[in-house]
T-cell receptor, first 113, second 113 residues
Framework: DTEVTQTPKHLVMGMTNKKSLKCEQH?????MYWYKQKAKKPPELMFVYSYEKLSINESVPSRFSPECPNSSLLNLHLHALQPEDSALYLC????????????FGPGTRLTVL | GNSVTQMEGPVTLSEEAFLTINCTYT??????LFWYVQYPGEGLQLLLKATKADDKGSNKGFEATYRKETTSFHLEKGSVQVSDSAVYFC????????????FGTGTQLKVEL
């Protein structure tokens, strides 16, 4: 099973709202990632968690706040977003054992009004 | 730095035609190489990978060979189907390199009847 699940599938929010994106994997992977993908572009890395600790933050604005409650779950908390933050947000996971093939979820389509 | 260059799209083919999508890379050392596919409205799916020179990755009729001498990882399929219409991303990663994937810009493939 190489499945990464993400909820919700679609999200519309206002600039003053607070919302969260959720990602889950049950493959025993120890590394999890958040990417942002704009239309017709490749994914851009935002955050990496390795063994439940934040290991990479690609200078992401503080209105995006990641959280890794346990090795299977990854959240992305959203607050005071801007319309330009509208995008497809992808979660991925990898074993974390050096082989590091990343497996992606289906994404959450976010629209900020 | 590391980079991946893919051929510009869209590539439009008739069903049963032969497919080649070119991918070349620039990297210091010997990265792992990947092809991901993204169907409309979905996340990325790992299509195939190769971790060392002369390795051939294959899946669902697609193949790519890791060519160190030409720093290339071209994607090929002998007979495409309409269902292969998608965006294809070439990517590289160094083992232990912060788990970061470097993506190409993506190549859109359209297969017509």
């Amino acid at each position: 099973d190489t499945e990464v699940t993400q909820t919700p599938k679609h999200l519309v929010m206002g600039m003053t709202n607070k919302k969260s994106l959720k990602c889950e994997q049950h493959m025993g992977h120890r590394a999890m990632y958040w990417y942002k993908q704009k239309a017709k572009k490749p994914p851009e890395l935002m955050f990496v968690y390795s063994y439940e600790k934040l290991s990479i933050n690609e200078s992401v604005p503080s209105r995006f706040s990641p959280e890794c409650p346990n090795s299977s779950l990854l959240n992305l908390h959203l607050h005071a977003l801007q319309p330009e933050d509208s995008a497809l947000y992808l979660c991925a996971s990898s074993p974390g054992d050096g082989t590091d093939t990343q497996y992606f979820g289906p994404g959450t389509r976010l629209t900020v009004l | 730095g590391n980079s991946v260059t893919q051929m510009e799209g869209p590539v439009t083919l008739s069903e049963e035609a032969f497919l080649t999508i070119n991918c070349t890379y620039t990297a210091t050392g010997y990265p792992s190489l990947f092809w991901y596919v993204q169907y409309p409205g979905e996340g990325l799916q790992l299509l195939l990978k190769a971790t060392k020179a002369d390795d051939k990755g294959s899946n669902k009729g697609f193949e790519a060979t890791y060519r160190k001498e030409t720093t290339s990882f071209h994607l090929e399929k002998g007979s495409v189907q309409v269902s292969d219409s998608a965006v294809y991303f070439c990517a590289l990663k160094f083992t232990g390199g912060g788990n970061k994937l470097t993506f190409g810009t993506g190549t859109q493939l359209k297969v017509e009847l």
